[in-house]
């Protein structure tokens, strides 16, 4: 049989880095280009605003020469009006002007702006008469001209590019008769050139800007890709070993990569408290299972052997045998209860409870049971006060420590509760004046299974989980729980809890 496979997943992919490098990269130069091509048309804009203004500079300072008199423009006028220093000859005079035999081209007769400017290189002024005879030029052009009864300025093209040309007619100041016309054409040779020069500035830039946006782009993904990289790898070890304690080391700084650090690192330790959990639970519960396991089957293999027809050996096993199983039940239950403890500050995370109500229903409880002990409370609170706990947990916790108040209470039956509360917590006192413990018992109360005295405690129902099932209750819920005691004389057990955070923000 033969099984056919996706090969999608075999697909080269490009890796997170090279992504980021190359989206960095693009974005970085095409912002560059965006703002030089901006830059540059803005550039090139401005001068071409200067070259049509210089055309029609060019236009009105001719027209104003040239419209003092008031017959029709000739050639010797047009001569005389735009250079004093220069007369024509009659024989110029009586040639005609379309062979272009007049040149006035490159010469230091311009003396003034106007002059200075129809000399530039690819300015070309014509005048011409009414009747379109050409009468002057700078420099001979092949130029069409196109008559306007007003100034006008338009682009044209001049040698596959872009140029200007400026036509306006010539107006008598004398009569307001028409006399004539002047054209400029302006090849806009310093505005190709500079463009050219910019352009080619341009693009060597843009070369080195891409090698610069390649560059920065890489070093930018290198590091935003740090604290990945950083979960990668701590992955990796625990994939490899689940018991590792590997974690995110965390730089400084306040970005959303540090917070998904911190989220992860505590993700993790969340995990590896529940796997630890897990594990203990497994432990402790095969552990305290063994002996009750063990008792009832000594009990059966007694009776399968003789027992069974000795009616007290009969009675005397099926009642261990049921003693055991009740044990067993108790400690089934506690363990579960501990196992839930473990995860309050997931399922009960916005928990509050009326912290004095409780308390005076726990003592009138236990005032019930045990009508011989004396319960005395001593409440500091005056107004009503809510805690940040689960309210059949915080019962669970106060009965769980009254009770082993009762339990090693057995001469001075007497137990005192006190309650205070600062701005942020609240205080909770249980004492009693009973055995007592010595220094190294009140460090292990707290553990699983823990007893002081354990044949004692076997004898009065205890599995050594209600302490353990306290603390981790009162854990979850961000509180504490210690005792202070002294063999002999008695303990102190102390709970500190948060006040609910709503009532923190009204006080």
Do not use: C
């Amino acid at each position: 049989m033969t099984y056919a496979f996706s090969n999608k997943n075999n697909k080269k992919r490009i890796s997170l880095k090279w992504k980021w490098t190359i989206g960095a990269t693009l974005a970085i130069f095409l912002t560059y280009i965006i703002f030089t091509v901006a830059i540059f048309i803005g550039f090139r804009q401005i001068m071409l605003t200067e070259e049509t203004q210089d055309v029609k500079e060019i236009l009105v300072g001719v027209t104003n020469r040239l419209n003092g008199g008031s017959s029709a423009l000739s050639k010797e006028t047009v001569y005389l009006n735009l250079s004093g220093n220069y007369t024509l000859t009659t024989l110029e005079l009586g040639e005609e002007f379309d062979q272009r035999n007049l040149v006035y081209g490159q010469s230091s007769n311009y003396q003034d702006t106007i002059f200075a400017k129809m000399n530039e290189e690819g300015v070309f002024v014509r005048v011409y008469s009414p009747t379109s005879r050409l009468l002057f030029e700078t420099e001979p052009k092949d130029s069409p001209f196109k008559r306007s009864a007003q100034l006008l300025i338009e682009p044209i093209k001049m040698n596959n590019k872009g140029g200007i040309r400026g036509v306006s007619p010539i107006y008598s100041r004398v009569t307001q008769n028409l006399i004539g016309y002047v054209q400029v054409t302006n090849e806009m040779v310093n505005y190709h050139y500079m463009s050219g020069k910019i352009l080619w500035a341009i693009l060597g830039i843009g070369i080195l800007a891409l090698i610069f946006s390649a560059v920065l782009g890489y070093l930018l993904a290198v590091n935003f890709l740090k604290p990945i990289k950083k979960i990668t790898n701590t992955m990796n070890d625990i994939r490899e070993d689940t018991q590792s304690t590997s974690r995110i080391e965390l730089d400084e700084g306040n970005d959303e990569l540090t917070h998904l650090s911190t989220v992860f690192n505590d993700m993790l330790d969340r995990m590896q408290r529940y796997i630890e959990q897990q594990k203990d639970f497994v432990e402790d519960v095969s552990h305290e299972l063994r002996t009750p396991v063990a008792i009832m089957e000594g009990h059966l293999k007694l009776l399968n052997r003789w027992g069974k027809d000795d009616p007290e050996v009969l009675d005397e096993s099926l009642q261990a045998s049921l003693q055991e199983i009740e044990r067993m039940k108790s400690l089934v239950q506690e363990m579960l209860d501990l196992s839930r403890a473990e995860q309050v500050e997931i399922h009960y995370k916005n928990e509050k409870t009326s912290l004095k109500p409780l308390i005076l229903q726990a003592i009138i409880n236990f005032k019930l049971i045990y009508p011989d002990f004396v319960f005395n409370l001593d409440d500091d609170i005056r107004d009503e006060i809510y805690v940040s706990i689960y309210r059949n947990h915080l019962e669970q916790i106060l009965v769980i420590i009254l009770d082993n108040a009762v339990k090693y209470s057995s001469e001075r039956k007497e137990i005192h509760v006190s309650v205070a509360a600062d701005n942020q917590n609240v205080d909770i006192a249980i004492q009693d004046f009973g055995e007592g413990m010595t220094q190294e018992d009140t460090e292990k109360i707290f553990n699983r299974f823990y007893r002081v005295d354990k044949a004692r405690s076997r004898y009065k129902g205890g599995n050594g989980l209600g302490l353990a099932i306290a603390r981790e209750l009162l854990i979850g819920y961000k509180g504490t729980v210690y005792v202070e005691s002294v063999l002999d004389y008695g303990s102190i057990f102390r709970i500190k809890l948060p006040i609910y955070q709503n009532e923190i923000k009204n006080s």
